[in-house]
């Protein structure tokens, strides 16, 4: 029986998409969501997580071609540990989420309304 590890996140990208091919007719995007917070129950009390994104084949696709830093999103998926050994034999270790769905949050831009009005 598999473990739930669902995950459902909002924020916005911190740069922009990477697409990467990675063996025969498979793709990866990777981007960094920034989730702003509050704590306490004080407005005043913020801060910033980051959380890093990988999309597999078509969705990667999409979020390669339409997402963009500072775009918002709302990300579903499941979270993923990596797991490997750095250059000095430490055991390192990275959580991810790998994404099953993205939403584009999408807000023309003035450069799009100025597009649109030409």
Not at 20 to 47: C, I, L, P, S, W
Not at 55 to 69: H, V
Not at 92 to 115: C, G, L, M, W
Request: charged content about 30%; glycine content about 6%; overall charge positive.
């Amino acid at each position: 029986m598999n473990n739930l590890s669902i995950v459902i996140l909002d924020g916005n990208l911190t740069h922009d998409p990477e697409l990467k091919e990675v063996g025969e007719n498979r793709r990866v995007t990777r981007f960094t969501v920034a989730a702003n917070h509050e704590y306490g129950g004080n407005t005043e009390k913020k801060f910033v997580s980051y959380f890093q994104v990988e999309c597999w084949d078509k969705l990667a696709d999409n979020c390669s071609r339409y997402l963009r830093k500072g775009s918002r999103v709302t990300v579903t998926g499941n979270l993923r540990q990596d797991r490997w050994q750095d250059e000095r034999g430490q055991n390192r270790s990275k959580i991810k989420i790998n994404a099953n769905h993205v939403r584009f949050d999408y807000t023309p831009s003035q450069k799009d309304n100025d597009e649109q009005a030409a």
